[in-house]
């Protein structure tokens, strides 16, 4: 070889460094539009619709009962929209993902804003539900799990979870501030302009960590290696890690919908209820954060597990609880589970299967856990029906946490990338 080629090939390599300690440290800016994007599926998500039921089942005259029902089949078909959203991810790229999947948003919830109709607004329920609830959170989930290895995905996602929190706790009071002193019809369409106006964001900022600048980490396999999504889906890990946080989202999102009333079938008052719903999620939050930072040191099953063995501890001592202490403590308790799970939800994927099909892996993840998150309140509503107390559903869900946290520390987890030498 000349020493001009010699050269050549040095300046070309110390380029290809440079490029790709730039592209790896980019990955910490695409963390927060990351969780911007999750908080984007506000208006397709149960708290998000809740904040303006009452005023638009007012608007249109529709029954709680109906209103209900809407909703859960909305979510249902919402579901659906998983697979399809994977495979475009892996197919197109996050880019162009993450600035069409806000634009169709947009239309739906500036067309919701006009609805007069009740089969109108069922169809666009529906379709808040599929790209909201279901599409643009995968894309958002994808976006982190592209762009850290292994080493770092945790941090990554426990950074981005706590963001993600204190995302939605502004926009709750924001949106919840709006509707009482506009009207429920330009809130949404407000949140429809915004999120046109963040899909212009995404345009320009969201990059695919496999093209560009990542050429020579996607050369040497790190963004390319992994599992096949049919791979994955035969796999236990696949369908212990999803099912156990599907449970996790079924338990949250029926108990949710009932709290204040459970808590005051043992005596307690509504403003006890808010006050645990704060310290719950300021809880969540700092072990969204810890959990990611223990991930190199305490492992996924681990962590899933010690998290299901707290809700089950929880779960079976609740109905007992006599004292605002008791009620504290299981707040705390219960948001340090659900930091844990949602932590550990977000970055086993990419860890265990890698990256060369994560966009279907994880849409198939996610649809598991959105169909469970539908039934929740159902199974929470039958408790109360057959037995005359919501506390039913905690001696239905301990035992099943307890199976829960047993399984998940015994199922292996594989490892698709490599850790040692692993940069961000």
Wanted: with cysteine; net charge neutral; charged share 10%.
């Amino acid at each position: 070889m000349s020493l001009e080629s010699s050269s050549t090939a040095q300046l070309d390599t110390s380029a290809d460094a440079l490029d790709w300690r730039s592209a790896v440290h980019y990955g910490w800016v695409m963390v927060p539009v990351a969780a911007v994007a999750m908080v984007a599926t506000l208006p397709g998500r149960t708290h998000g619709l809740g904040l303006v039921s009452s005023a638009l089942m007012a608007d249109l005259e529709i029954s709680p009962g109906m209103y209900a029902q809407m909703n859960l089949w909305g979510t249902l078909l919402g579901a659906l929209f998983c697979l399809p959203c994977g495979w475009m991810i892996d197919r197109w790229g996050l880019r162009s993902m993450a600035t069409l999947v806000p634009v169709a948003l947009a239309a739906v919830v500036l067309g919701m804003s006009q609805a007069a109709a009740v089969p109108l607004m069922f169809v666009l329920i529906t379709l808040s539900r599929g790209l909201g609830q279901s599409m643009l959170s995968i894309v958002s989930l994808t976006i982190v799990g592209k762009w850290f290895t292994a080493r770092w995905v945790g941090l990554a996602m426990g950074v981005y979870s706590v963001l993600m929190g204190v995302g939605f706790g502004i926009a709750f009071k924001t949106v919840g501030s709006s509707v009482l002193d506009l009207g429920w019809r330009d809130t949404w369409a407000g949140i429809g302009w915004w999120l046109l106006g963040f899909a212009a964001v995404s345009l320009l900022l969201v990059r695919d960590p496999q093209r560009g600048a990542t050429q020579r980490a996607a050369s040497e396999g790190e963004f390319l290696r992994g599992s096949t999504f049919a791979a994955a889906v035969r796999t236990w890990c696949f369908w212990v890690f999803a099912g156990v946080s599907a449970f996790y989202g079924l338990f949250s999102s029926g108990i949710a919908l009932f709290n204040q009333a459970i808590l005051e079938e043992l005596g307690f008052t509504a403003e006890l209820y808010h006050n645990t719903l704060a310290v719950g999620a300021m809880v969540g939050m700092a072990f969204n954060l810890l959990g990611g930072a223990l991930l190199p040191w305490v492992s996924l099953r681990l962590q899933l597990g010690g998290a299901m063995a707290l809700m089950a501890a929880m779960l079976t001592l609740l109905p007992w609880a006599r004292s605002e202490t008791a009620v504290y403590a299981n707040a705390v308790a219960m948001g340090a589970a659900g930091g844990l799970v949602t932590v550990v939800f977000f970055s086993v994927w990419a860890h265990a299967f890698g990256k060369l099909q994560l966009g279907r892996i994880q849409g198939a993840a996610q649809m598991v856990t959105v169909v469970a998150s539908a039934m929740g309140p159902l199974v929470v509503a039958a408790a109360r029906e057959h037995t005359g107390s919501y506390l039913a559903a905690y001696r239905w869900f301990a035992p099943v946490a307890a199976v829960c946290a047993i399984v998940a520390v015994l199922t292996p987890v594989p490892e698709a990338s490599p850790t040692d030498n692993d940069s961000y």
